[in-house]
């Protein structure tokens, strides 16, 4: 499965911000799907995820409260909506699917997006 996110920017603290990955291929509503992130000069962290169905989510304590992930299988699409957003935030977003059970671990995830880059000012 190939990967395309999309929908980063530059917004202010508080400001919100949705991220979009587009799937290609017919098999996208059998995946987990997740979003990493990856600030300048720190490791790659897991941020959220969700089932194949969409009915279980799970996300980083850090942003817990302020994204939702959602799916939309007839669309292949998965989505970010980040809200309250800190400059803490700001990192190069990636979205993934894997086969299998929901993890947190990078290590897991098969297929990986080129990343979009979220720059949230103080």
């Known amino acids: 499965v190939q990967l395309q996110a999309s929908g980063g920017g530059l917004v202010q603290a508080g400001g919100s911000l949705r991220l979009s990955c587009a799937a290609s291929?017919?098999?996208?509503?059998?995946?987990?799907m997740g979003w990493f992130r990856q600030a300048p000069g720190k490791e790659r962290e897991f941020v959220a995820g969700i089932s194949w169905s969409g009915g279980s989510t799970n996300y980083a304590d850090s942003v817990k409260g302020r994204f939702t992930i959602s799916r939309d299988n007839a669309k292949n699409t998965v989505y970010l909506q980040m809200n309250s957003l800190k400059p803490e935030d700001t990192a190069v977003y990636y979205c993934?699917?894997?086969?299998?059970?929901?993890?947190?671990?990078?290590?897991?995830?098969?297929?990986w997006g080129q990343g979009t880059l979220v720059t949230v000012s103080s």
């Open positions: 291929g017919r098999t996208f509503s059998t995946y987990v």
């Open positions: 993934t699917a894997r086969n299998g059970i929901a993890t947190r671990s990078a290590s897991a995830y098969s297929y």
